[in-house]
């Protein structure tokens, strides 16, 4: 365990820097809540860490990664920002032979994702994955389709799930597992979530089922708001100030 403590103190501290979380889990715990066509293969004992963006990333990493890009290209800046963090996280701990899986990867040859963030997230404790089988009594069809999400314990639905780092040859088979918080502890909030996030997730409103101790900020909002494709004149706003 103090491989672990080691790690988990090292990434906790470069990633705060940049506006990220991590938090650890065993694969064991994914594969058990995947299905075989998304599991990892790894031991399952090999230890993992899911990377979270808390609201301050686009000020923190974000902003301060396009103000020091050189390069003018196609590719998602956000996507690089957290690439370039992590890339820098990784280097202030050589020595281990690491992965990382970010969440828009997917497998070569399909449409599947490389890994499930949002299972990533649950097991690991720092978010709590809502879905339809959360409810008891569900008002929708039996064949309808309800699509879960993630709430953070205190930014609510202002994060996101980014990416996992797998640390390859490091296991840690008494990693203790300590279950997500459900904070909608009241059953008519849960369908309410569903609900804001299945019939009307562009407006964000279940981003706020509860209070968040944070939220994005307005250009932070403005920007993910913006088409990718359209988003050429905030970038140039960011580098002019």
């Known amino acids: 365990m103090t ?38 293969e790894h031991h399952e004992d090999t230890l993992c860490f899911v990377v979270i963006s808390s609201p301050s990333f686009f000020e923190k990493g974000f902003i301060p990664f396009v103000r020091n890009s050189t390069e003018s290209n196609h590719l998602d800046y956000l996507d690089q920002a957290i690439s370039s963090c992590l890339k820098t996280a990784i280097q202030s701990i050589p020595g281990y032979d690491i992965s990382i899986l970010h969440d828009y990867e997917m497998r070569p040859g399909t449409r599947r994702p490389k890994v499930l963030v949002q299972t990533a997230g649950h097991v690991s404790g720092a978010v709590y994955f809502y879905q339809k089988t959360d409810v008891i009594n569900p008002p929708w069809l039996t064949d309808q389709p309800i699509y879960g999400v993630c709430l953070h314990p205190s930014y609510i639905g202002w994060f996101a799930l980014r990416a996992v780092i797998i640390f390859q040859k490091v296991l840690v088979p008494d990693l203790v597992y300590k279950p997500p918080k459900d904070i909608l502890v009241d059953e008519t909030k849960k369908i309410e979530l569903l609900n804001r996030y299945n019939n009307s997730w562009q407006d964000w409103s279940f981003r706020d089922i509860m209070e968040p101790t944070e939220r994005y900020s307005e250009l932070q909002q403005k920007y993910l708001s913006t088409r990718p494709s359209e988003r050429s004149h905030l970038i140039e706003l960011i580098k002019r100030n």
Do not use: A, I
């Not at 672990?4 to 650890?24: A, I, M, Q, R, S």
């Open 3 to 40: 491989t672990l403590f080691e790690v988990n103190t090292k990434l906790t501290e470069c990633l705060h820097d940049f506006g990220l979380e991590c938090h650890p889990f065993k694969v064991g715990w994914y594969n058990e809540r995947v299905k075989s066509g998304f599991q990892l």
